[in-house]
């Protein structure tokens, strides 16, 4: 078959809308059953008898596997999304893994696969061996003849997945591919045509965008099938044969952290007029004063003017002469001031602006803020404005991702997260038991009233534990916090590394080289980097890895992402937060008010005050997450207004 023609008859799901109210609340109640004690004990109870069966045919010969394989995809063609044939497709891919991989999967593994077949989220702890368990539920897919994509955090992971796997998917009978962000089309288009695909988010949403954009009217499902009865022959040109199966590794960051931005196809759009009025109102803002001449709203993160100051009619071309626009370019040039800081969202690099992805410490190339924001930003760093860009599509994750027939995935943090995971994307979330008791200790978060007396005490603790013996790992959300840390180190002598959006060439190596005795890494927030840090013997009898974050951050799922660091697979290790009453948390959800009376609190320093600090940390990560949750909600808003407002124009 043509995998073209694999597209054509591929009908996506229309995306429910998210429900409110009393609906909401039944729900939530639906979404707890379905992620209850008695479920968790069936699918244990099913992938028991897979592992079973497993453990049986490593006694089975290499012909007599390969005839039951073959069986296997047969049936599986022809009964797809069949329970029971899935369940003994678990324990054939588990046995060829062994044998072409050299690796074991324990039953956590299996189980873990069998949770995303069954269309659910799997947490697993960091170091139970997600990729295998991505790959096993992959390969049992492909059996289907489905298109099977699996997405990862990034362009690395993709290859570096897919090559290791590919001798796997081969002994499976089944074709696998990778798409990165530098892939030609023709070669999207020959990795697409195979059985699994590895890519990232960004780019499966994008290369569906462009075929949208490429199909027009044929975009509907139904006229796609139809076209195809009338003329099966005719090869309508997309890049991917289909959306039916995706499962998502590192699934809260991307359909969490990341859903709050819209992926845009846009194309450069010259525009004079507006780079001359974003310099002159840079002009002006520099002239500007806080408090005298506008008000901040950090928690917002918004401008008010104090007083109707405006561009001067002049410094501005005729287009943009109506004071409201002049207003709007003046607020965006000191948001760029005031909330855009370099090497924490952005990195200038050869006299261009880079963003970077807060969550992850990673450089997002090719993306851009819009409404003359970005050209705001390079005025201020003083580099060559870029043109604005034209939007041509647009689509949030959370939309593209309901719309696959079965959508599944894992991570090592979804727990908070798992009322939004339920309404949003119907994914129930399962927790998946440790192959080994976990042995981190978790040590009590350190109080600090400034961050210089913060890093000041980091430092301290990292010497301290790195003369011991013991490897540390000293996680930051931001490149300017990396940087800091490092030359402090660097000013008391302590060799040590670097990982972050600017220092990045060699993260597989510094990552690799994190576990050794008494080295000391620091890098930007973990998420999603993909690399376990093993511990050498020397570390291991030191006391093992001990991690420590510079600060809480908006979300405890994120805290716990780089803690997880520590202790994977039964090693020994710790974890503490150090944390500062200026950090960005309190100063953004905390009035001025609560943060005075936290500083009094932790002058005092008695019995209870670290309880209460506790407290405030939580507050103010609730108050972050539900501010997070409401621009998350305001762009499914938006998503669904652009779809009816193009079907009604007949473009949808």
Not at 104 to 132: C, N, S, W, Y
Not at 323 to 345: C, V
Not at 382 to 403: K, V, Y
Request: aromatic share 6%.
């Amino acid at each position: 078959m043509n995998p073209t023609a694999d597209y054509r008859k591929t009908v996506t799901v229309a995306p429910r809308e998210l429900q409110r109210g009393l609906d909401s609340l039944v729900a939530r109640g639906i979404g707890a059953a379905r992620r209850s004690a008695l479920v968790r004990a069936r699918l244990e109870k099913r992938a028991r008898v897979a592992f079973a069966e497993y453990e049986v045919l490593e006694v089975v010969g290499a012909v007599a596997l390969q005839t039951q394989i073959a069986e296997q995809r047969t049936t599986m063609r022809r009964s797809p999304g069949n329970r029971a044939l899935e369940l003994h497709g678990l324990s054939l891919a588990a046995e060829l893994a062994r044998r072409t991989l050299g690796l074991r999967p324990h039953f956590v593994q299996v189980l873990g696969a069998l949770i995303q077949l069954d269309g659910a989220l799997a947490e697993m702890a960091t170091g139970e061996g997600k990729t295998l368990v991505v790959g096993i539920a992959a390969a049992v897919a492909g059996w289907s003849a489905r298109p099977v994509q699996v997405v990862t955090a990034n362009d690395y992971l993709a290859e570096r997945d897919a090559e290791w796997l590919a001798p796997f998917f081969k002994a499976c009978g089944l074709q696998c591919g990778a798409v990165i962000g530098n892939s030609e089309a023709q070669e999207r288009r020959a990795s697409y045509a195979k059985d699994i695909v590895y890519t990232t988010g960004k780019e499966l949403l994008a290369d569906y965008l462009r075929d949208r954009i490429l199909l027009g009217a044929m975009a509907d499902g139904a006229r796609r099938h139809l076209r195809f009865l009338l003329k099966p022959d005719q090869d309508l040109r997309t890049v991917q044969r289909g959306l039916h199966t995706v499962f998502v590794d590192e699934a809260d960051n991307l359909l969490i952290d990341e859903a709050v931005t819209p992926l845009i196809i846009s194309q450069a759009q010259p525009n004079d007029a507006l780079r001359e009025a974003c310099d002159a109102a840079h002009t002006l803002a520099s002239r500007m004063e806080r408090g005298r001449d506008y008000r901040v709203d950090v928690a917002m993160q918004s401008v008010e003017l104090t007083q109707p100051l405006s561009l001067d009619d002049q410094a501005v071309p005729g287009i943009f002469a109506p004071a409201k626009w002049r207003e709007d370019l003046l607020k965006q040039a000191l948001k760029a001031r005031e909330f855009f800081h370099r090497d924490r969202q952005y990195v200038v690099d050869d006299g261009k602006l880079h963003l970077v992805d807060e969550s992850t410490g990673r450089l997002m190339p090719n993306r851009s803020w819009r409404q003359g924001l970005h050209q705001a930003v390079e005025a201020k760093e003083g580099i060559e404005l870029s043109d604005p860009t034209e939007t041509i599509a647009r689509m949030s994750f959370q939309r593209f991702f309901r719309m696959f027939q079965r959508l599944g995935g894992l991570t090592g943090t979804a727990r908070e997260a798992r009322d939004e995971l339920w309404l949003v994307y119907g994914l129930a979330v399962i927790p998946v038991a440790t192959n080994k008791p976990l042995r981190r200790t978790q040590m009590p978060d350190r109080f600090f009233a400034t961050q210089s007396e913060k890093w000041s005490a980091v430092v301290a603790e990292a010497t301290r534990l790195s003369a011991a013996g013991r490897p540390v790992l000293i996680g930051t959300r931001t490149i300017s916090a990396s940087e800091e840390i490092s030359r402090r180190l660097l000013a008391v002598g302590v060799p040590h590394r670097v990982l972050n959006a600017v220092r990045h060439h060699d993260e597989a190596t510094v990552i690799a080289e994190a576990g050794q005795r008494g080295g000391i890494t620091v890098a930007t927030n973990m998420a999603g980097r993909g690399t376990d840090i093993r511990l050498s013997a020397d570390a291991k009898r030191a006391g093992g890895l001990h991690v420590i974050a510079t600060e809480r951050n908006s979300s405890g799922r994120i805290d716990r992402q780089l803690f997880g660091r520590a202790g994977r697979q039964g090693d020994p290790g710790s974890a503490q937060a150090f944390v500062a009453l200026d950090d960005d948390l309190f100063l953004r959800n905390l009035p001025v008010a609560g943060q005075r009376a936290l500083a009094a609190i932790l002058k005092t320093k008695l019995p209870g005050s670290t309880a209460i600090l506790r407290a405030a940390v939580a507050q103010a990560q609730r108050k972050s997450q539900s501010r997070a949750f409401q621009q998350r909600r305001s762009v499914m808003a938006a998503d669904s207004w652009m779809e009816d407002a193009l079907s009604f124009c007949g473009l949808g």
